[in-house]
């Protein structure tokens, strides 16, 4: 299903993008996970039963761009796909910056497809990834994506 978002938001921008049930094992992160965080998605998983908010995904290399915690927390509970939205990453509507408290402060598009697409990844919650689109929630049953 592909459409083009529409948002009441001042400032916003248009964005091409294109919903999709993934195989997580398609799919190429670039930053690490922080065992906390993963274990409160996990539990907000289980106690909701459905998956709610689709990962963010570069429609080109299957890079994530959002969504870490979210594609961990399916793979250890043994689920096999994952809902995106697969979107040009070159697209205006997203925008890259460091988060405050990031060990790496220069980060860029570039830097990041080019850590999806290595064997390493980025400390956790370096990239912050703004989209100037609203973009909606799916609620998929978890028993939908083993």
Not at 45 to 51: H, P, Y
Not at 94 to 111: F, L, Y
Request: charged letters at 35%; glycine letters at 4%.
């Amino acid at each position: 299903m592909a459409f083009t978002s529409k948002f009441p938001r001042k400032g916003s921008i248009p964005m091409r993008c294109r919903f999709a049930i993934m195989e997580i094992e398609d799919l190429r992160i670039h930053e690490a996970i922080q065992d906390e965080l993963l274990g409160d998605f996990i539990n907000m998983l289980r106690d909701d039963g459905v998956f709610k908010v689709p990962i963010l995904v570069d429609e080109n290399d299957y890079v994530v761009l959002d969504g870490h915690h979210r594609v961990e927390a399916l793979r250890r509970m043994g689920y096999t796909k994952i809902p995106v939205y697969l979107v040009d990453y070159w697209d205006d509507a997203i925008e890259v910056t460091a988060w405050p408290e990031a060990e790496i402060k220069n980060i860029t598009k570039d830097t990041i497809l080019e850590m999806g697409k290595s064997d390493d990844v980025f400390p956790p919650k370096t990239s912050k990834h703004t989209v100037k689109a609203k973009l909606e929630e799916h609620h998929i049953p978890l028993e939908e994506l083993r």
